[in-house]
């Protein structure tokens, strides 16, 4: 559950630091790693998606990206 202390980390970062940065880049990190962990988890099991529906890790991070304003 590394992406669970990500998230509490940047938390911490916005309350207690006031660092909205590392707050940012901490939750991206959760993000992205729930995302991977999802995915590893459903490949497991051989599941997948049709073809052109799973968003690659460049467009889902990009998405992120414009989120985390």
């Given at each position: 559950?590394?992406?669970?202390?990500d998230?509490?980390?940047?938390e911490?970062?916005?309350?207690l630091?006031s660092n909205?940065?590392?707050?940012?880049?901490?939750m991206?990190?959760g993000?992205?790693k729930?995302?991977?962990r999802v995915?590893?988890f459903?490949?497991?099991?051989g599941?997948?998606?049709?073809a052109g529906?799973?968003?690659?890790?460049v467009?889902?991070?990009a998405?992120?990206?414009?989120f985390?304003i």
């Amino acid at each position: 559950m590394s992406w669970f202390t990500d998230f509490m980390k940047a938390e911490v970062a916005i309350r207690l630091k006031s660092n909205p940065a590392a707050a940012k880049d901490l939750m991206l990190s959760g993000v992205k790693k729930s995302i991977t962990r999802v995915r590893s988890f459903s490949n497991a099991l051989g599941q997948s998606l049709p073809a052109g529906l799973e968003p690659s890790e460049v467009t889902y991070t990009a998405t992120l990206g414009a989120f985390m304003i």
